[in-house]
């Protein structure tokens, strides 16, 4: 008799665990999507993604909002993140401006209750639970490595920036500048900042080419002025005459490498932003634990493979 007890009560406590795990995925969740604007289009690639997630893994249960300054501002961005605290959302993904100055609303955030993950760019001293993107450290180095296989070991180059203090651009700008310190004779005569403005960062390097009439390449850690049909900021000069390397490889970036004013695109995995991000929300949900950093890869792109790349657009998933 004492067994049958005891067996009756584990199967309550088994069926009433179901049930609360039951319950757990069934109930309705808002997520709240935050880059770091709304005015460029890698965060709409985004965007779709993180649609795409809710849809194919939410069972109709999952809401997800788009909340972000029209321009690049840390300090809106912080204003965004308190309102959706006191909103009470049930989780935010968040692609940080300045990774210091969205510390303290971050940890807000969590010690609220709310969990928080990053994408494309971090503040890895904040209490956020995971990152996913690209290795900004590894994509500045590999950057460096490209410049030096199509360049050569001279010249004189520029580095196109967006807003001061982003982590992951400061991130891959210094790999690259640590790395060309084994090539003394690669000299950066000018860093430009556009402000994640696209005009501007086409503005920014034709003017830094007209000072400087013996650059010989540029590396973009940010693709504004690539977002933009050819030839941009390549005007005044002719295809294959200098050496580019560029971050992101949207269709419209795709064009300058078949023109020839750009080697190597790094395609990020800009669809992922938004798709892992909120399956990681999901899973913290329902009480998985993601990995602090997961690395999204780089796809290098050149004219022998730009075809094969166009065709992912297809589908938009990368």
């Not at 709304?38 to 109709?60: C, I, S």
């Not at 892992?276 to 022998?304: A, F, Q, Y």
Request: charged content about 25%; aromatic content about 8%.
């Amino acid at each position: 008799m004492k067994n049958l007890l005891t067996i009756f009560v584990s199967v309550l406590l088994l069926l009433s665990g179901c049930a609360k795990k039951q319950e757990v995925k069934q109930q309705q969740w808002t997520f709240a999507f935050v880059p770091k604007l709304l005015d460029n289009p890698v965060f709409q690639v985004a965007w779709e993604g993180a649609q795409a997630a809710a849809k194919e893994l939410g069972n109709g249960k999952i809401i997800v909002e788009r909340h972000a300054p029209v321009k690049s501002d840390a300090v809106e961005q912080a204003q965004i993140i308190e309102s959706l605290i006191e909103r009470k959302v049930n989780g935010i993904a968040i692609s940080v401006n300045d990774a210091d100055a969205l510390k303290s609303s971050i940890d807000k955030a969590m010690d609220a209750g709310i969990p928080v993950v990053t994408f494309d760019s971090d503040s890895p001293e904040s209490k956020r639970i995971s990152y996913y993107g690209t290795h900004n450290v590894n994509c500045g180095k590999q950057m460096g490595e490209l410049l030096v296989k199509h360049m050569g070991t001279k010249g004189k180059i520029g580095i196109l920036m967006g807003t001061p203090g982003a982590p992951n651009l400061e991130e891959r700008k210094n790999a690259l500048l640590e790395y060309l310190k084994g090539y003394p004779d690669i000299k950066v005569v000018a860093t430009e900042f556009c402000y994640d403005d696209v005009n501007k960062g086409v503005s920014v390097m034709e003017a830094a080419m007209q000072a400087n009439r013996d650059m010989t390449g540029w590396v973009l850690p940010g693709a504004w002025a690539l977002f933009t049909p050819p030839p941009g900021p390549f005007a005044s000069i002719k295809p294959g005459s200098m050496t580019v390397i560029s971050i992101d490889a949207l269709p419209e970036e795709l064009e300058y490498v078949r023109q020839g004013y750009v080697n190597v695109l790094l395609g990020q995995k800009l669809w992922g932003w938004g798709y892992e991000s909120i399956r990681s929300l999901i899973g913290i949900k329902e009480g998985k634990t993601p990995e602090k950093i997961i690395d999204s890869g780089l796809d290098e792109v050149t004219k022998e493979n730009v075809e094969e790349y166009a065709k992912k657009w297809e589908t938009g998933k990368f």
